[in-house]
């Protein structure tokens, strides 16, 4: 792996997910040395945190589409 962990920040979530699966389907073989399969599963693990961070931040920017009384729409965060 070459990739520097800073350069995931810099991944789209289907970049780091397609990684992240690719790096899992790696680990699976069983082909690689001990020290490589410790660096790519470290990646593995950044990769899944960068994950799990744009999941969060796309959650929070997703709003519920509410119908009121009278017929209107408004919005209101989803969780709300």
Wanted: include cysteine; aromatic fraction near 2%.
């Amino acid at each position: 792996m070459t990739k520097s962990t800073s350069a995931i920040d810099k991944l789209s979530f289907e970049e780091a997910l397609e990684e992240l699966e690719q790096i899992i389907r790696n680990l699976e073989t069983g082909k690689t040395s001990l020290e490589e399969s410790i660096t790519t599963y470290e990646r593995g693990i950044a990769l899944k945190n960068h994950c799990e961070t744009k999941l969060r931040e796309a959650r929070m920017k997703i709003d519920k589409i509410v119908v009121g009384a009278n017929g209107t729409l408004s919005t209101e965060p989803l969780d709300a």
